[in-house]
């Protein structure tokens, strides 16, 4: 299945994913470029769009998109990519490296209203979501608190663990054959 992997990262912890896991799948790695790179513009909903892609999106099988979720939204440029190539993007995997945890997902600034969101966009074509929570690299204790993962970032020497178990799930489920066949 040829795959690539598009990202986009402000502080680098979706960076880090995206490369590991182009790395694991030997795939095509892409970063979203948007055409104003504003981080204080993208949170007032202002964006110019996206810079063309230099990878031809069609002539990939799956595409998966990373990127971080920010204020509970579906952030600008990743919103940029799915309108722009949404035509062209045969299957799609989201996975975000993002604060909410598991068990918050489902609240104002929870991963899981973002999931919802991009499978409604992607028509039946999102195969499924996955977040790595980045206070899973943290001690129990300050998962929770806002102040200590907003400070931390993926990294070599933080990626083991509960973390580098969903990792290691998640190239499983990518590479065993009926991937291409689930539905979100
Ligand atoms: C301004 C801001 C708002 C954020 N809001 C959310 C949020 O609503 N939900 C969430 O799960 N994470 C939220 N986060 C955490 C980011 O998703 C997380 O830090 C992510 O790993 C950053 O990715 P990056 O290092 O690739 O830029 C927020 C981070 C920032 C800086």
């Known amino acids: ?11 680098g912890s979706n960076r880090y994913l995206a490369r590991k896991i182009s790395t694991s799948l030997s795939c095509d790695l892409e970063e979203i470029r948007p055409i104003l790179n504003q981080f204080f513009l993208f949170l007032m909903n202002i964006h110019l769009g996206i810079k ?26 990743l ?29 104002k ?19 499924f979501c996955q977040a790595f929570p980045v206070g899973l690299v943290l001690p129990e204790e300050h998962r929770e608190d806002p ?12 990626f083991k663990g509960e973390i580098r178990e969903h990792y290691d799930n998640l190239i499983n489920k990518l590479t065993a054959p009926e991937t291409s066949n689930l539905k979100g």
């Open 1 to 11: 299945m040829k795959t690539i992997v598009v990202y986009y990262s402000n502080k």
């Open 52 to 77: 063309p892609l230099n990878n031809d999106i069609s002539s990939y099988d799956r595409v998966i998109l990373c990127g971080p979720i920010w204020m509970g939204k579906f952030i600008p440029p």
């Open 79 to 107: 919103r940029s990519f799915v309108k722009r190539y949404k035509s062209r993007i045969k299957k799609l995997v989201f996975v975000t490296c993002c604060g909410s945890t598991f068990e918050k997902k489902n609240e």
């Open 109 to 127: 600034f929870g991963h899981g209203l973002v999931f919802n969101e991009i499978e409604n966009m992607l028509d039946g074509k999102c195969l």
């Open 147 to 158: 102040d200590a993962f907003m400070k931390t970032h993926l990294n070599d020497d933080n």
